[in-house]
């Protein structure tokens, strides 16, 4: 009588061949990447140049500055005279401009100018319209909303951080 046995391939084996192999694969490809070492910052069109007997003479690659980061650079105070927005009340459109600078935008509609200035934090609106028919345009009313969010803020903390960008601009 015969008996047939079913025949499996073993897996109480390692294979180390195959393992081996594949580290081996991964150490070449990496150490293709390596290349010349340049370091980071740096190029190598200038890593070395030729001598007169033409020896290659290594000389110190170029390395770019690190850009400075505005949080950590320090700057000089510039002097604030906060303007009253109160004081804005009925002057005309030159006399709030060498008040506060120049607006970023300007929209209108009939008689009505809208000057609007936004600073990083807000946007402050100036509201300009004759007082009779004929007459030239005066601020008349003045609006303030945070940018991002809808957070409150006071006409005047708006204005204050419009001057202060119109300051810092020059």
């Keep these: 009588?015969?008996?047939?046995?079913?025949?499996?391939?073993?897996?109480?084996?390692?294979?180390?061949?195959?393992?081996?192999?594949?580290?081996?694969?991964i150490a070449i490809g990496l150490s293709a990447c390596g290349g010349a070492s340049v370091p980071p910052g740096s190029t190598n069109a200038n890593y070395g140049q030729l001598d007169a007997q033409g020896n290659v003479t290594a000389n110190q690659p170029d390395t770019r500055q690190k850009p400075e980061n505005s949080r950590t650079r320090r700057t000089a105070a510039i002097?604030?005279?906060?303007?009253?927005?109160?004081?804005?009340?009925?002057?005309?459109?030159?006399?709030?401009?060498?008040?506060?600078?120049?607006?970023?935008?300007?929209?209108?509609?009939?008689?009505?100018?809208?000057?609007?200035y936004r600073s990083d934090l807000c946007s402050f609106d100036a509201f300009f319209a004759p007082a009779t028919e004929g007459s030239p345009r005066e601020l008349r009313h003045m609006l303030a909303r945070m940018r991002?969010?809808?957070?409150?803020?006071?006409?005047?903390?708006?204005?204050?951080?419009?001057?202060?960008?119109?300051?810092?601009?020059?």
Aim: glycine content about 8%; hydrophobic content about 40%.
């Design 1 to 25: 009588m015969m008996v047939l046995t079913k025949y499996s391939p073993r897996t109480d084996v390692p294979r180390p061949f195959g393992v081996i192999l594949l580290l081996a694969l």
């Design 79 to 116: 002097p604030f005279k906060p303007v009253p927005n109160a004081s804005l009340k009925g002057l005309s459109e030159p006399e709030v401009e060498a008040k506060i600078g120049a607006p970023e935008m300007i929209r209108g509609e009939g008689e009505i100018r809208v000057w609007q």
């Design 148 to 170: 991002r969010g809808n957070q409150p803020i006071s006409i005047q903390d708006c204005l204050d951080q419009v001057v202060k960008k119109h300051l810092a601009r020059g």
